[in-house]
Structures are given as C-alpha cells and as structure tokens.
C-alpha cells in the first residue's frame, strides 16, 4: 500500500476506486464499505484509494470540544492496508481545504488530484464549505466529468442498531472492550515504538515498555490487560497502564506503559502492538510510590489470573496481520 501526504505527484495519479472519510477505527461498517469497493475496483481493474484527513475535521473546527480518536494514524493505516486499500491520501485539514465549495473539491480532489472513476460514499458523507455538498450533487458531478458514484447504507449489528465511530468511542471511553470488539471485528490496539521513559517502572521491580501517545484525548484510558506482539516471536500477555501517570508526572503527557508478565530484555525501538483484553480498573493518583507499587502489585496478580481463567479461548488470539508496511512508505 502506498500511501501519500497530500494529493500524490502526477506520475502517481492512476484512475481510481475511490471513497472519502475519517475511518476512525476503521470497525465493521468501514469494513463493508471497503469490500464493496475492492470488488468495484476489481471489477473495473482499478485501484482501490482512499481520503481521509489529519487532524480529524472536528478536531480543526473545535479542539476543546472534538471527540476523543480512536486510533493513531499508524494503526488506521495498517487497518487500511489489511482491508485491501492499494493507496491512502492523507490530506492535511486545514482553513484552506475546508473552505473549499463543493464544486471545487470535486474538480480539484477528485477529478484531477485523483482521476477517480469511481466513487462511493457513506449515506452521512458531505463535502465541501459548511458540508453544502451531498450525495445528489456528487452524483450530478459525476454525470458531468464522467465517474461514477454509489452510497452505501448504514451497517448494523444484530441488534439493528448502527455500527459507527462513535459507538466504539462510546465503548471505549467506558472502558467496555467486549462491544468494541464487537463493533471492530477485532481487539482494539495501539501500536508504536518503543521509547525511553523514566525508569521508574524498573525502580519498582515493573519495568515496563514505554510507547508515547500522540494525541492528547486517546478514546480509552486505564489500567488493562493486555497481549502484545512485537517483541518476541509469539505475542506475550502483559498488564498496561494507559493515561497521564498522575502519582508520578503532572506534565499531562499521555503515555502507555506496558509490564510483560513473563519476559525480560530490551525492546526499545521496536514497534509493537498491543491489544486490550479487559480493563481492570481506572488510573488513581497515590500518595506515595510505595502506594503505587502495591497498587501495580494487585493489577500483576489480577492480570495473571484473567489469562489463567481464560487459557486458550483468549478472544483476539490470532494474527490480524500487523506489519510495518503501510507507515515505512509514506510519501
């Protein structure tokens, strides 16, 4: 997959399958949209592309108040990638951009920066200034430069209800990982590179894998189980802590520290993925460090015992196919 900042050069402009938006954690309803597409692309021997947009358009328009992301960029690439999407344009959202009338986001974006022969969209997408554009005038557009545009209705689970972004935010936020699995198709995940930190995990016999958050309001915060592939050649049960580290570090940065249960050595600078299993409860501030260390204590003891109860039917246990490949060839 290649995937480009901004619209590519024009040696890379191929015509395209295309479709446009956030893929905020890329979960089933996403997933369907992508395999409809494929198979039009497929169809027409086409490449399948896909728009989406950095920072998240809410998060432009309102910072204070956006919604908190459900994945980091690296992750809704890879996810991306492994829903057969040949090339991402990651388009820097910004006044200009987002001024831009419909007619003119069509003209530029999708006629001549992307030569799309093909387009579909969700039936919530608009585009353009104040979102005036909709799927009847991309439809005109289309008639008038000659592609073609399909809408796809909404997905939902069993239950009917509507499979969305903001429902796996929702079961994140409150810490309910069996319905974002649900939601997903998958554990949800957070993969990076493994820095430096304090070590102050070490001082307390917990040294931990440290990996920074980029972004200030990650969807899911506290204390969890976890399993983690990267590090050795099978993937490793661990206990993690995700959020601001309030007893140790006021600097408000979010960080996730990871403590594999049963594997010592150095990993700094690889790049793992770990995968919440089950929260075990939210991060607390301590009065002091020795608080803290018995506090981390219990978490190892409960962790140890959710894998023991569970044993192989430990959901998410296969591969979804994690590479380095969809982030190691930005453009």
Known sequence: MRVF???????SRAPCALTIGNFD???RGHQALLAHVRAAADARGLPVCVMTFEPHPR???NPAGAPPRIAMLRDKLE????????RVVVEHFNHTFASQSPDTF????IVNGLHARWVMIGDDFRYGAKRAGDFGSLKAAGQQYGFEVEQMATVADPSGARISSSGVRAALVAGDLDSA???????????GHVVHGMKLGRDLGFPTLNLPIAHKRPALAGIFVVRVHGVADEPLPGVAS???????????RVLLEVHLLDWHGDAYGKLVRVEFLKKLRDEEKY???ETLTAAIKRDVVNARAWFAAVGADTPGSRSTGFSTSATDRIR
């Open 287 to 289: 009065i002091d460090l």
């Open 5 to 11: 900042r901004g619209l590519p050069n024009a040696e």
């Open 106 to 109: 069509v003209e530029r974006i």
């Open 79 to 86: 996810a991306l990638r492994t829903n057969g999407v040949d």
């Open 242 to 252: 995700l959020g601001l580290r309030p007893t140790v570090d006021d600097s408000g």
């Open 25 to 27: 954690g890329v979960h």
């Open 59 to 61: 998060e432009f328009f």
């Open 181 to 191: 699995r649900a939601a997903l198709g998958r554990d949800y995940l957070i993969s």
